[in-house]
């Protein structure tokens, strides 16, 4: 059982930076992803980052954050600047994640959230 730990929540003031990490307990998988939750929505991919480093970003954080990951210590990160209010929300780490075209899909683990909230 992959257990997915992450951390860097917190509330910050428009126009600020935050970094998430997520931490694995064994190997990342192929692929690894960043979604975010929404209170009546359901989970959406924000970012996810391939094996070799390659990466894709939901369009309304294009430019903004940053998904990165250490192969050898098993982390996952999420580096979100210039934040807005309507990033508020429950982020999670996933994996393994699967693409479908230009979807992305969840897959079986999931960290247990941690909350951005950035309000002034």
């Known amino acids: 059982q992959v257990q997915l730990v992450e951390s860097g929540g917190g509330l910050v003031q428009p126009g600020g930076s935050l970094r998430l990490s997520c931490a694995a307990s064994?190997?990342?998988?192929?692929?690894m992803g960043w979604f975010y939750e929404i209170p009546g929505k359901q989970r959406e991919l924000v970012a996810a980052?391939?094996?070799?480093?390659?990466?894709d970003y939901a369009d309304f954080v294009k430019g903004r954050f940053s998904i990165s990951r250490d192969n050898t210590k098993n982390t996952v990160n999420l580096q979100m600047n210039n934040l807005r209010p309507e990033d508020t929300a429950v982020y999670y780490c996933?994996?393994?994640?699967?693409?479908?075209?230009?979807?992305?899909?969840?897959?079986?683990?999931w960290g247990q959230g941690t909350q951005v909230t950035v309000s002034s």
């Open positions: 996933n994996g393994p994640v699967t693409r479908w075209g230009d979807f992305y899909s969840p897959g079986r683990y």
């Open positions: 064994e190997s990342l998988f192929r692929t």
């Open positions: 980052i391939t094996t070799d480093g390659t990466t």
